[in-house]
Every structure is written in C-alpha cells, then in structure tokens.
C-alpha cells in the first residue's frame, strides 16, 4: 500500500540522511576505545663548556639538574656537534650518575645553534596521558545502539599511561634485548623446577626452656 503522504515522508527522509553520520559518530560499536595514551615529549637543553666541567659548570649542572627535577624515566644525550672528540662527556656522566641515570647514545635534534666549542646536555622527557577522562557524558543515556559507552577505557588506559615505564613504548614498543630465548625463559624454568617449599617433613620445634 503507497504512503498516503508520500511528499512528508521524502522530507523526513532528507531530514535524516544530513544527520545519520552525526548519530553514528557519537557511537561507538567497535571493542576499541576512543581514550587512548597521547605521548608527548618534551627536550630540556643546557650548554657548558668541557673545561669549567670540574669547576663552575658543573656545580651549574647540578642546580640545573635539581631545577628540572631530574630522575627514573628521563633520557640523557649529549650534543658534541660544536666540540668533536673534545673531553667532558665522561664528567657529564659521572653527573648523571648521581641521580641513577646513564647517559644514553644519540642526542635529539633541537633548537639553536649550539656555540663554537660548547657540548649540550639533552634531558628528554616524555610523558603518556589520556585527555577526557572520565568521561561520564552517557552514563543517564538510553543504549538503542549497543555501543560502548563513552567511560569505556578510561580506567585500564589511565592506569596504563601512568605505570609504563617507558612511555614511548606505547608508540612504537621495544624491541627485545638479546634474542636468546634459553636467557629469557630460564628465571621461568627455575621456577618451575624449583621443589615445592611444602615438599619436606614439618620441623620439629622444642617447647622445652633452657635449664
């Protein structure tokens, strides 16, 4: 049977169709969340020179160090660029050893000319955390679309984001570190191996008091 008002019922059709993508946008239906970790990374610079390192540079260091709350998780490089197979990468090492830290191989590029002569301490800094949440923008909503709601991963994200130890790992992982498989399974296989700690007799204890 025909419509008996086919002409409102085009006009409600191109009512719609502008808005279904909308709709379907602020849905969503996949088992992905729509909060994820943003990694950010940010590169703190200092220059010294290599021959006050022993003397007023590095007590510089120290405070400049202390005044970026240098500490676990941070990556630094030095930039020798200026001052090619110059000494004072072992006394800026020794300095980061301070804070348990090692100097790591490569430095960043970054901003300005470093001067003729100078080496340039490089702290990089990276840092993962999941904007928007909670987000608790459906939770006195009706479901018609069995979608996830707008909360969903907000809590295993956030966690994630603030335990990783490496935040850049959440971007690009970490490749394994020797490629042994006997070295990476052996504190496993000396678990398994180990006797049960239950296995032997019960020790006898004495109740009886010295005399």
Known sequence: MPPRHPLLTLALIAIALPMAPAIAGRFNRGVE????????????????SPALLKGADAERVV???????????????????????GPGSGDIAALVGRYGLLVSAGA??????IPPGMLRIVVSRTTATVSGCPDWNQASQPNFTSSAMSNYGCAINSTLAAMVANPEDLVRGSE???????????????WRQAPP?????LKVESVKGGG
Do not use: C, M, N
């Open 197 to 201: 700690t239950g296995a032997g007799s």
């Open 108 to 113: 960043p590029i970054t901003e300005g000319a």
């Open 33 to 48: 969340s729509v909060h994820q970790p943003i990694v950010q990374r940010a590169d703190y610079v200092i220059d010294v």
């Open 63 to 85: 405070q400049w160090f202390t005044a970026i709350d240098l500490g676990y998780g941070d990556r630094v490089s030095i930039d020798s660029s200026a001052a090619p197979g």
């Open 176 to 190: 394994a570190q020797g490629g042994d498989a006997q070295t990476a399974t052996k504190a496993i296989r000396s």
